[in-house]
């Protein structure tokens, strides 16, 4: 009886524990590239929303410069209306021809932004 206990041949359980690191390792690596890829998409979303704030911003800018000297007041309010959001400012005069506004921006994917800038008009 002691003669067949150390005689055991059978070697097929050899193989689990290498098919269970093996899968481990797998499911890891799927599991961190979805993360990341995650991660990735939600800071390019961030990006884009930002950069077209910023060139909300810009246009904001040009559009106050051409408003008309006699309706433009010390300080102000006005909205406008763009392809890609809309934007609340509220500007003061701080010179001759400088002025400080205040932009509330909401995109289009409604988020939101404030931003305070100088312009300086001719």
């Given amino acids: 009886m002691k003669e067949y206990l150390l005689k055991m041949d ?12 093996i899968t481990l390792i797998l ?46 007041n010390n300080e102000g309010e006005i909205s406008y209306t763009f ?8 500007y003061d005069k701080v010179d001759n021809h400088t002025y400080t506004l205040y932009i509330t921006i909401q995109t289009d994917n409604d988020e939101s932004f404030f931003i305070k800038s100088l312009v300086m008009t001719s």
């Fill in 27 to 72: 499911f890891s690596t799927v599991t961190t590239m979805v993360a990341i890829y995650k991660n990735e998409k939600l800071i390019n979303y961030q990006l884009w929303e930002l950069t077209k704030a910023n060139t909300i911003v810009e246009m904001t800018k040009q559009k106050f410069m051409q408003e008309d000297r006699e309706t433009i």
């Fill in 10 to 21: 059978n070697e097929r359980g050899m193989y689990l524990p290498f098919v269970l690191f």
């Fill in 83 to 90: 392809p890609s959001g809309e934007v609340y400012v509220q």
